[in-house]
């Protein structure tokens, strides 16, 4: 079982439409969670980190329910510059801080 | 200020060559990391470096060496590549491996060994 795992997709939605990832994580000793988003043939950037309680950065919202160890990323108001891939990341800070990424959802946002 | 960067852009290799990338950071970070990036495998870590002089084994490791040659610059070697060497190679750095631990992220190697 892969330690990070997401839905590859792609997810082709049109223009403002609202669309929710999911993610899931395997070790239970993941410490913290993060979305990046990487385009086509670019380095991944940090979208947003995840926090206990969620939080929510414009039209994006992050969740986490450490009982499930589940993560999720929901975009409202989807836009065409939204079209990337977005990595689910987990923080494993008893293995020196190493992340370990998820293969990516792939996200074509159309007119 | 440039962030991360990695040179070459682009390498070809034939089996059995040797190269070394180059990544160097100003944003006087600690910790630096280097992945590969293969389709529908998403990024795995090789090697990383939690602060200079220190080195220690990702994931992958096998068929690579790195130095951390100061605070800025870590570099990867393959001493004798492989086709299953091909992918693309990310530098990230790190300002330490805590748990808040955002990775900055150079725009990528790509490389083919033929």
């Known amino acids: 079982r892969k330690e990070v795992e997401q839905d590859p997709g792609p997810f082709n939605v049109p223009e403002g439409a609202t669309v929710a990832f999911n993610c899931t994580y395997s070790?239970?000793?993941?410490?913290?969670f993060f979305w990046y988003r990487q385009d086509c043939r670019k380095e991944p950037k940090l979208l947003m980190s995840?926090?206990?309680s969620g939080n929510e950065d414009g039209r994006f919202t992050a969740q986490l329910n450490r009982a499930s160890q589940y993560i999720s990323l929901l975009i409202r108001d989807s836009k065409l510059s939204d079209s990337a891939t977005y990595l689910c990341?987990?923080?494993?800070?008893?293995?020196?801080?190493?992340?370990?990424f998820g293969q990516g959802t792939e996200l074509s946002v159309k007119p | 200020n440039a962030g991360v960067t990695q040179t070459p852009k682009f390498q070809v290799l034939k089996t059995g060559q040797s190269m070394t990338l180059q990544c160097a950071q100003d944003?006087?970070?600690?910790?630096m990391y280097w992945y590969r990036q293969d389709p529908g495998m998403g990024l795995r870590l090789i090697y990383y470096?939690?602060?200079?002089?220190?080195?220690d084994k990702g994931e992958v490791p096998n068929g690579y060496n790195v130095s951390r040659l100061n605070k800025r610059e870590f570099s990867l070697r393959l001493e004798s590549a492989a086709p299953s060497q091909t992918s693309v190679y990310f530098c990230?750095?790190?300002?330490?491996?805590?748990?808040?631990?955002?990775?900055?992220f150079g725009p990528g190697t790509r490389l083919t060994v033929l």
């Open positions: 070790n239970s000793a993941s410490q913290s």
């Open positions: 470096s939690a602060s200079e002089g220190t080195t």
């Open positions: 995840v926090y206990s």
């Open positions: 944003m006087n970070h600690n910790s």
């Open positions: 990341v987990v923080n494993l800070y008893n293995q020196g801080g190493k992340l370990i």
């Open positions: 990230a750095s790190s300002a330490s491996g805590g748990a808040i631990n955002t990775q900055y």
